[in-house]
């Protein structure tokens, strides 16, 4: 039986754009095998290629009476809150009653959102131990043929306090790569972006695409037609990110507050509080679809905001109360909220479900699980909301309300099970699930 490859053998085994300083991996062809025989790494057989994860999570769960859908395929109806995913209704996978038995230990905001992804105890007192997340587990598996192993992205800098007897790095991580180990949290995208191209810093601000010109020139004589428009739309793709990160940067937004009179003529913005917060999070959505696009990663975790989050949302009109106070009442700011922390759900399948991957699209070939760590503001986690869109690969029948309410064994990471199943990692147990969802996977 041949060894499992090292990650650098999968990546010499890559077809790569490269230029000074930076390395781009290309998205799928049809004319030519970029992206090698990589069976053992969790490839979609009948469209050649991978099967991504991808996790977003919002913290302080939803409006509590809107938080709900019924009926399958086509015909499914949405409760208020998941109407921007009305166009993926056959896609989706409303799951109920599922919850996770160790956040319920604290009932706090850290404690509910520390082991969302893994189950395992947490502890207290100020120390730091979780669990090794499923999304690590996947990365700790699959890495090795990828140029970043997992990208972790959020939208709100983490807290380090601590909030009555535990540590509030637990609201700030969902992601760990080991249980001592949060999994470090990429809150720039410039950044983000960066690590997906960019092998070394150069002195000069050079655009990824430049540097690879000459590259990109020489493969493109290489492919079809259909071919080099795919290659054409996927290099634009690049150079649209990169065009809104400089405009962003000229505006003094997302890198860090830039003033431009010597002294600021606006109040110090928040803590962990970006100055547009709808350009911050449609930016890394886009960048985990770039990521998807060009296998530069096949796991991607997107925080949106921490779980006792201080966000504002000024771009909604709503911006006089800080999105965990929000949280507490059933009011119409908080549903336009949540509606527009689904919609960038919806954006990212939207432009996943546009990738042509063989017979498949990139949303066929993607699980997205979105979940957080409470029903609502009021702290209830005996039942968790969940809901998965994308095939996973062909392995995921979407247009289904699955139902666990009242079943004794509704672990959240019986789901996790499922998940790793999708992704070519079969388990005997994980966390306090010892088999997976038979409905799913």
Known sequence: MNPIP????????R????????????????????????????????SGAPTRLAVLFSGNGFHG?????KGEGQEMELGEVLKPLADFRQRLTFIKGLYN???LKGNIHSSQTGNILSGAPLASGGEIRSGTSVDQLVAHAHGRSTKVPSLVLGCEKSNASVHKNYSML???HISWSSPTSPTPLEIYPALAFDRLFKDET?????????????????????????DQRKLDEYLESVRDVERRIESAGRRGELQGWKPTLTGPDMPRPADGVPQDIGDHMRLMSDILVLAFQTDSTRVCTLKLNNDHSSLRFPNLGVDYMIHHLLSHSDTPDWLKVNQFFIAQLAHIARRLDAIQEGERTALDNTAILYCSSMMSGHHDASQLPVVLVGGGGGKITGGRVLDYS??????????????????????????????????IG
């Open 65 to 69: 009476k809107e938080w709900w859908a």
């Open 15 to 46: 077809t790569f754009l490269r230029g000074l300083g930076v390395s781009m991996a290309l998205p799928w062809m049809e004319s030519r095998n970029v992206w090698a025989a990589e069976t053992a790494a969790g490839i979609a057989p009948q």
């Open 202 to 226: 150069t002195r000069e601000d050079v655009s990824v695409l430049d540097a690879v010109r000459e590259d990109a020139e020489d493969f493109r004589r290489t492919v079809s037609l259909g």
């Open 6 to 13: 090292t990650r650098s053998q999968w990546l010499r085994r």
């Open 101 to 103: 038995a160790e956040a």
């Open 406 to 439: 009242g079943q004794e064994q509704r672990q959240m990471c019986r789901l996790y099970m499922s998940l790793l199943d999708v992704c070519g990692l079969p388990q005997s147990s994980f966390g306090d699930a010892t088999e997976k969802l038979a409905e």
């Open 170 to 172: 637990y609201s700030s």
